[in-house]
């Protein structure tokens, strides 16, 4: 083959240019994105207790609303792959956001339990792909030695919605109703359509359509039921499946908890929604961050990556279980903010054990499996604390069984990472 030829077959070898400051401008840009998107998802929760009164919708009614979001979530996050294949990541991102503007206009023209239950499934399937494809954007504009960093800060879009706008929207909530602040989602949605339809851009690092970035030369691959079938994969599957089944909860019942369940003032409630994720988004950064320095340096992946995460879903399961003992309304939201925090340390470091079990070319769709799978939990979670909710002898006692649930239910997951999880030796069987 000619040197002409194999600079053909290989473009990535041809030295695209990197650009710092525009690469930071479509990162801050994604960001948005990322605070946008969750700022949609948060508001039904701050929001709850409003439509529950205004409505006359049932605790029941409320929970299946909150688990119909996750509707067709999963479904539409596993055709990312398919979609950035052949549109540019930059207009399918113009056409999510656009479309989360769109799902909010039903609920603003004719409110009722049919219209907010079509709404939140239309805005699910619009947000399952975006976390996936923000990513991708970023990545047509870094080196891959230079990705880690940006994913960092647009997985931190989700904490930083809930730990900034969500007040914002409980205040807009308080003053104006609960249509002000779905308006000023549709708006913020419009807005940001705009303004990445004029900034954005193809980044230096983007594969040509149907074509990826920096292929191998020869690809690796292996029956996806290897993988599927592996202890590492299942022991991930249990494990983050129980936590997100907790995250959903969160998103959806933890102001209307805050209120009608621990007494406390509603727009404080929604001020205190992002506690969580402080702790959350602390907990992830610190314990990631540690956990690869470690591996870096030839610590086991089996302890960083498997008893590391079953250790933070133990902890957090078990401070969860305790709710329904706890007295104090200090106690139990301390119960609450550091069990979530602690039991989400799970979520990257799973990532990173599942992405090491398989092939470089069958990552993606392995990923979005996994993930699929993850997020299926919260089909139920939220109707079913809506459930114990309604029959408990008080909103109070309700919740607290609800999250002593989840949080058992987190332990055994725990247990199972504890029991299962070893990416060194899986990849050994799995990769040869």
């Not at 923000?134 to 879009?157: D, I, M, Q, Y």
């Not at 998103?251 to 009608?260: A, G, I, N, R």
């Not at 903010?337 to 392995?366: F, R």
Request: aromatic fraction near 10%; hydrophobic fraction near 55%; charge should be positive.
């Amino acid at each position: 083959m000619s040197v002409d030829r194999v600079h053909e077959a290989a473009p990535s070898t041809a030295a695209p240019v990197h650009r710092p400051v525009m690469a930071w401008v479509i990162t801050g840009m994604l960001v948005l994105f990322i605070v946008v998107n969750w700022a949609d998802k948060t508001v039904f929760g701050i929001a709850a207790q409003p439509l529950k009164e205004e409505l006359g919708l049932t605790s029941a009614q409320v929970g299946f609303i909150g688990s119909a979001f996750f509707f067709l979530f999963s479904i539409t996050g596993l055709t990312v792959g398919f979609i950035g294949n052949r549109v540019r990541t930059k207009w399918v991102l113009f056409a999510l956001a656009a479309l989360w503007s769109l799902t909010m206009v039903p609920v603003l023209v004719s409110a009722s339990f049919a219209t907010l239950l079509i709404s939140r499934i239309g805005l699910g399937a619009a947000e399952g792909p975006s976390g996936a494809l923000a990513n991708a954007g970023a990545f047509e504009w870094f080196p891959k030695e230079k990705r880690s960093f940006p994913s960092a800060w647009l997985s931190s879009g989700a904490s930083i919605a809930k730990i900034a706008i969500a007040p914002l929207l409980a205040l807009i909530v308080a003053v104006w109703g609960w249509r002000a602040s779905f308006v000023v989602l549709a708006l913020a949605g419009v807005v940001w359509a705009l303004a990445w339809a004029l900034i954005g851009r193809q980044g230096p690092f983007a594969a040509p359509l149907g074509r990826k970035v920096d292929a191998a030369p020869v690809v690796q691959r292996v029956p996806f039921r290897k993988i599927a079938l592996s202890r590492t994969f299942v022991g991930c599957v249990i494990g983050t499946f129980t936590m997100y089944g907790l995250v959903s909860v969160i998103l959806t019942w933890l102001p209307s908890y805050f209120e009608v369940g621990l007494g406390i003032d509603r727009l404080q409630a929604g001020a205190m929604f992002g506690l969580p994720s402080i702790s959350g988004m602390t907990a992830m950064l610190v314990v990631s961050w540690f956990s690869d320095r470690r591996v870096a340096a030839g610590s086991s992946a089996r302890v960083q990556r498997g008893l590391v995460p079953a250790v933070g879903l133990l902890i957090g399961g078990l401070l969860l279980a305790l709710l329904p003992y706890l007295a104090s309304p200090t106690l139990a939201i301390a119960a609450v903010v550091l069990g979530y925090g602690v039991g989400t340390v799970a979520l990257p470091l799973a990532n990173a054990a599942v992405s090491q079990i398989c092939p470089p070319a069958q990552q993606a769709g392995t990923l979005g499996v996994f993930l699929a799978l993850q997020s299926a939990s919260g089909l139920f979670a939220p109707a079913l604390t809506g459930w114990l909710v309604d029959v408990a002898p008080s909103p109070g006692e309700g919740f607290a069984l609800a999250f002593q649930v989840f949080g058992l239910a987190v332990v055994v997951g725990g247990i199972a990472t504890a029991l299962l999880v070893n990416p060194e030796r899986d990849a050994r069987r799995i990769l040869g």
